[in-house]
């Protein structure tokens, strides 16, 4: 798609005044995929020479915004943490091509803020925390699950910037499951869940994305049984919550969201004969 509004292309190494119709640009998947007709100027963050994934000296998993999925994906795959597989299955709940694979960015699918996203799934699940930088040079700390608040809709500020997310070592070490549906065998999630199950205080998580606006997550300190389940998720979840576009009916939504919560329960809890 070209987009015939811009007028420049700007490093983002150099500073400069953050003007109306600025936008930030990583791999750019999702700005050349369609008109962009409020946007005047591009500032590329390709050159800013960040990492793209490591792990801390505390055994944290720092992700760079401008990490790809291609390079995520490598990095889990030789990782011997408990929950690495969940990486791979967000990864590949994209349904994308290897282009796509190469060039589109962990940051910029958080940036989008789509309730079938992946990268926020993978990373609202795993108690990623996410470090915004203003214009000023401030920094600020959100964790994933507050990040997005509605289809769309960040708590990104004009100008701010989604440099990194980090998922704490101990969220690393937790077992998980995973449940996503779509319509269409190729298509976009219409409810994507992700359990985790802390391996010290026995914690069930469960995190609700792509059937919903914004991710919804639901802790329970002790093992539910699935009338708990089921009353979490009618309570946790409001009626308009519920996403609704072409992709799914909020009904068909919540159906499939309740089915797999309770799919998600019986895996995690296996072990203690629940």
Same mark, same amino acid.
């Given at each position: ?141 959100? +964790?994933? $699950?507050?990040? !997005?608040?509605? %289809? ?5 500020? *004009?100008? #701010?910037?989604?440099?990194? =997310? ?57 093992? +539910?049984? $699935?009338?708990? !389940?089921?009353? %979490? ?5 409001? *009626?308009? #919550?519920?996403?609704?576009? =072409? ?28």
């Amino acid at each position: 798609m070209d987009l015939n509004t811009v007028v420049e292309m700007r490093d983002a190494r150099s500073r400069d005044i953050w003007r109306p119709g600025d936008a930030w640009l990583g791999g750019g998947t999702y700005l050349f995929s369609e008109p962009q007709p409020h946007i005047r100027r591009l500032v590329d963050l390709s050159r800013m020479g960040w990492e793209p994934i490591r792990l801390t000296s505390a055994g944290d998993l720092e992700i760079a915004a401008t990490c790809t999925i291609a390079e995520l994906s490598r990095f889990a795959q030789g990782a011997d943490w408990a929950a690495a597989p969940l990486v791979e299955q967000c990864c590949r709940a994209f349904l994308a091509s290897w282009k796509i694979w190469n060039m589109a960015t962990v940051g910029g699918n958080l940036c989008n803020g789509l309730p079938a996203g992946p990268m926020i799934s993978l990373t609202a699940a795993l108690d990623g925390v996410c470090e915004l930088q203003s214009q000023s040079g401030s920094k600020r700390e959100v +964790p994933v $699950a507050d990040f !997005v608040v509605g %289809a769309g809709v960040k708590v990104l500020e *004009p100008g #701010e910037l989604l440099r990194s =997310i980090t998922v704490p070592a101990r969220a690393l070490a937790r077992r998980t499951a995973f449940r996503q549906a779509s319509l269409y065998g190729l298509g976009r999630s219409g409810a994507l869940l992700v359990g985790t199950r802390d391996p010290i205080d026995g914690e069930l998580a469960l995190t609700v994305t792509a059937s919903t606006i914004r991710p919804i997550q639901l802790r329970f300190a002790l093992p +539910p049984n $699935a009338a708990a !389940v089921h009353e %979490a998720l009618d309570y946790g979840i409001r *009626p308009d #919550e519920y996403y609704d576009d =072409i992709h799914g009916l909020p009904e068909w939504r919540r159906h499939m969201t309740f089915r797999f919560a309770e799919e998600i329960r019986r895996e995690l809890l296996q072990e203690d004969g629940r």
